[in-house]
């Protein structure tokens, strides 16, 4: 689940953490998220696969997402693999999206850079504690959402810079906490990130 709260940008990430219990609204909301995401990621195959398995990783956190919260007492097992995914989601998934529309648009030296750094952030993180590993997060995602709206930008691509938007405002105007209109936050949350993942979809083809 993804939040940009007021110390920084979360694009996809421990929102579960403060929820307990048997929660179906948030078990459905993430169910839709994760369907956006496999379709996304089907689709994109056969045009940019690494920006494809991005969405993927995304998918997977939002599909733990929906066992954990369609059961009153979740397994340990699934709170790990959920909490996993969601932060695999941010460190992992939002940069591979970035690395993808380099390779899309041909940067191939910005996306070897961004591999790298990628790359040396997760064997670093298997060294480092949670707390860590969420602060780096931050700036990772940052950095590649920033990245895609600069390339989007460049070459016009309308749908990848909208994409982008909704992330953002997703988590500025929206958040992961309460209720907004008798709706859970959170489950508004996921809702807007289905239509950003359409967007990104839109962005490829």
Not at 55 to 84: C, N, W
Not at 90 to 104: N, R
Not at 151 to 158: A, G, I, K, S, T
């Amino acid at each position: 689940m993804c939040i940009k709260n007021k110390e920084g940008l979360h694009v996809y990430i421990f929102a579960e953490v403060t929820m307990g219990g048997r929660q179906l609204s948030t078990a459905l909301s993430d169910f839709f998220l994760a369907l956006s995401a496999y379709f996304v990621a089907v689709k994109l195959k056969e045009v940019c696969v690494i920006a494809g398995l991005g969405i993927f990783i995304q998918g997977m956190a939002a599909s733990m997402g929906v066992a954990r919260f369609s059961m009153e007492k979740p397994y340990k097992d699934i709170i790990r693999a959920h909490m996993l995914f969601s932060l695999l989601a941010t460190f992992v998934g939002i940069p591979l999206l970035s690395i993808g529309f380099c390779i899309y648009y041909q940067f191939t030296m910005l996306s070897w850079i961004l591999s790298a750094v990628c790359f040396l952030a997760i064997t670093f993180s298997f060294f480092m504690d949670s707390e860590v590993k969420r602060s780096i997060s931050e700036p990772m995602a940052g950095m590649a959402i920033i990245i895609i709206i600069a390339l989007c930008l460049y070459h016009e691509n309308l749908f990848g810079f909208l994409a982008c938007i909704i992330y953002i405002l997703s988590g500025v105007m929206v958040g992961s906490e309460g209720v907004w209109f008798g709706i859970l936050r959170i489950d508004l949350l996921h809702y807007t990130l289905v239509l950003g993942n359409l967007a990104f979809y839109k962005s490829f083809t």
